[in-house]
């Protein structure tokens, strides 16, 4: 029988790689992720699990451990936050490029200075294009859903890449929620084995990673970007998959809210969007028309499915909590993605983002009703002021 | 970590005749001629023998080694950044323990072996392989020792030897002397902070059946084991490629090398001279030296025969630092 558990995000994340029979953990500690090694660490030290838990002597070393075992045959798993995630940064593209699927839970976290502790989705944002699936949970349920849906797409022969599976520090990583835990069966169902093609074993040598020449490098990369292009399609086979085993669904690539006939949207990825969500409702009953559209993965980024949402709206806010310094639109990062895929589209909404939330601020529901006005204001005048606004910093008083 | 597995037991080799006539580092390769660490890999590979997992960190034993499609490694090998094969290392003993626990992989523990250069050992690499051997891997650690970032084009490194000239410490008027600091002691790093080592010793290239009974030592042991082997470069220490033999042992005849072993704290000396040459002799051979006068040479001796007093023990330089003025 499923049971049902009161768990905090690390929690709920380390159960989901309980679950996903893990068989190497690397670990070090930083907040708000370590409540994830912590946990496991228990499930291990009381035999629920049988994994090899190394305690590595650092972020960098962390990574590496990870991909040799996965190199060697074994699932993987491992994680950081913050300052954490950067100083692994040399090893991400290893893992991609080997396609090793090793999973890498992030709680994320401001990166220094000024030393904050607070959530931010700017540390793994910052490490967006080295090949590796990456996405947000909004709640632990996700946290524990999205460990097993992660590892099945990046395992998946076709795809063999690792996956930065993130939610944000403290609002999901220690904010405790309702988890419904499957029994292993079902999970071992969904998830079959980690079994690579040629891990390394001295009964089929094989070498991994040699040197190639300038000229061969492209052949490889672009094998790595196919796997990307092929990443939408299987992911829609394994959500089938999680409704048919587990009876929950997620709406593979975006989830909407109230978005029927809503002139303007919220878009946004994390634990803001239980903000949004009421948010919408309070506006709702107030007349105006917002809705929420909701992102799940970043990388690859679902472009046709953005373009085809988004063109329905009037106007699009983008909700960062990422920045981009001196970037094309001078803010954060999803700004970006969704004009680069509503170019071509034919019907062109109003496209602004706001800055909110940055060092792990709460984003509060005013803060929402602000972004609500410099939206249909835009409507209203038909084009937007400014490509990005910095909530609380803005002389207009948003 | 708990070592659960059985490891190989590999047998000593007597003499010369019956080193295994099997190659694992086999044609396909484009080292410069007369590449000691070449031989290194060699050698090592036989003593290791086909039951093996080779891990080569960013160096010249991966650039100028394998190139897509062509590959001298007739085991599994796998490329790791210059910074961390002691964490890819671990990673890999540890899927064996996991592996071979759930019945995944029948046999015995592979021997896991790195071969890292010097900046991959002790210098970048050192965080890495000291994660290694303090958390207790079953894994073989090997420094093969060209004294320098030889890959790049010969730069200093940690064991680069007093007044070398490599292209980051070019002798010139204000810095006569090349390169100014002494070099770490690599074995003496592990030793000296890692309780789970048991085994550490240094090796020759200038003499192999030596090498190869250290490496099949080394790899019976559980846990982690560290060789550090020197391994002479004719492109970086500039002398003939015909001569890389000749160097290395010309190397122990004057103490610029001493070969030992290091087992559960007791030391054991070989191939140590009667009486030992001038280092004079040695620096003569190697261009690299070709700029120091007599005043530097005889602060190498004054090193070297401090060393040589009390080998395995740290001593006290006997020249300035590089920052002290005289
Ligand atoms: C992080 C990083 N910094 C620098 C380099 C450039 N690099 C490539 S090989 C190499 C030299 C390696 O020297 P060593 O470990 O002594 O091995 P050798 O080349 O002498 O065999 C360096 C510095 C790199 N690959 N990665
Ligand atoms: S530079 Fe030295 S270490 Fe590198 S391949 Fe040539 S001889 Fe060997």
């Known amino acids: 029988m499923a049971k049902e558990m009161f768990l905090a995000g690390c929690a709920a994340s380390a159960f989901g790689a309980k679950f996903a029979r893990v068989e190497v953990i690397s670990s070090y500690p930083i907040r708000p992720y370590t409540g994830v090694m912590m946990e496991l660490s228990k499930i291990v030290a009381n035999g629920e699990l049988d994994a090899e838990f190394v305690h590595g002597e650092g972020e960098h070393a962390q990574v590496s451990i990870a991909y040799g075992a996965s190199a060697a045959g074994a699932r993987a798993y491992t994680g950081s936050s913050g300052v954490g995630v950067a100083y692994a940064m040399e090893c991400y593209s290893p893992a991609a490029g080997g396609r090793y699927p090793i999973q890498m839970i992030i709680a994320d976290r401001a990166l220094d200075p000024p030393g904050d502790f607070g959530s931010e989705h700017t540390d793994v944002m910052g490490c967006r294009d080295q090949g590796w699936i990456m996405g947000w949970a909004e709640t632990p349920q996700e946290a524990f859903d999205n460990t097993l849906i992660y590892y099945r797409i990046g395992e998946d022969p076709k795809i063999m890449l690792p996956q930065f599976c993130c939610q944000d520090g403290y609002f999901v990583s220690h904010i405790p929620g309702k988890v419904v835990l499957p029994e292993q069966s079902q999970v071992d169902e969904f998830l079959p084995p980690y079994d690579p093609p040629d891990p390394l074993d001295p009964t089929n040598p094989t070498s991994h990673g040699p040197q190639v020449y300038p000229d061969q490098g492209s052949a490889i990369d672009i094998q790595r970007a196919q796997a990307h292009l092929d990443v939408p399609k299987v992911t829609e086979q394994v959500m089938d998959d999680f409704s048919r085993i587990f009876g929950r669904t997620y709406n593979p690539f975006v989830e909407e809210y109230m978005t029927d006939d809503a002139d303007f949207v919220f878009f946004i990825q994390g634990a803001h969007a239980r903000t949004a969500r009421f948010a919408v409702n309070h506006l709702r009953k107030k007349g105006v028309k917002a809705g929420m559209v909701k992102l799940r993965f970043v990388r690859p980024f679902p472009t046709e499915v953005v373009k085809e949402c988004l063109s329905k709206f009037k106007a699009v806010g983008c909700v960062e909590t990422s920045t981009s310094y001196g970037g094309a639109m001078k803010g954060g990062n999803l700004i970006h993605e969704v004009r680069a895929s509503l170019y071509d589209s034919p019907k062109q909404p109003l496209v602004t983002s706001f800055m909110a939330g940055l060092g792990g601020e709460v984003v509060t529901l005013n803060e929402f009703y602000n972004m609500a006005k410099v939206l249909s204001q835009a409507i209203k005048d038909k084009k937007i002021k400014k490509y990005v606004y910095w909530l609380g910093f803005e002389k207009e008083g948003i | ?326």
Not at chain 2, 5 to 12: D, G, H, M
Not at chain 2, 34 to 55: D, T
Not at chain 2, 277 to 299: C, N, S, W
């Open chain 2, 1 to 326: 970590m708990a070592n659960v597995v059985e490891t190989q037991n590999l047998e000593r080799v007597k003499s010369i005749r019956r080193v295994p006539q099997e190659e694992y580092y086999v044609p396909g390769h484009r080292t410069c001629a007369g590449c000691g660490p070449a031989l290194c890999y060699k050698l090592v590979s036989k003593a290791a023998g086909p039951e093996s997992i080779f891990l080569g960190p960013t160096g010249c034993m991966y650039v100028a080694n394998t190139s897509y499609l062509s590959s001298p490694f007739a085991y599994p090998w796998m490329h790791c950044q210059i910074t961390n094969a002691g964490a890819i290392a671990s990673g890999v003993e540890a899927a064996y323990q996991v592996k071979i626990r759930k019945g995944k992989y029948k046999g015995k523990l592979p021997n896991v072996v790195v071969m890292a250069g010097d900046g991959g050992s002790i210098d970048i690499g050192l965080q890495a392989m000291s994660g290694l051997m303090y958390r207790g891997h079953d894994v073989l650690f090997i420094m093969y020792d060209n004294e320098s970032y030889a890959n790049t084009g010969i730069q200093t490194s940690p064991a680069t030897p007093y007044g070398a000239n490599t292209t980051f410490t070019p002798p010139g008027k204000a810095i006569p002397e090349g390169k100014t600091l002494f070099p770490k002691d690599a074995p003496q790093l592990v030793i000296g902070g890692h309780p789970a080592v048991k085994y550490v010793a240094t090796a020759s290239v200038g003499y192999p059946v030596d090498l190869i009974n250290k490496v099949r030592k080394a790899l019976n042991y559980k846990g982690p084991t560290f060789l550090h082997i020197h391994s002479p470069c004719p492109k970086g220490w500039l002398f003939d490629a015909k001569k890389t033999v000749s160097v290395a042992k010309l190397a122990m005849e004057t103490g610029m090398w001493v070969n030992y072993e290091w087992e559960n704290g007791e030391y054991t000396y070989d191939h140590t001279p009667k009486e030992y040459k001038p280092v004079k002799e040695y620096m003569k051979g190697q261009a690299r030296f070709a700029h120091l006068t007599d005043e530097h040479i005889a602060k190498m001796q004054a090193f070297i025969d401090a060393k040589l007093k009390a080998p395995g023990i740290p001593v006290a330089l006997p020249v300035q630092g590089p920052r002290e003025t005289a």
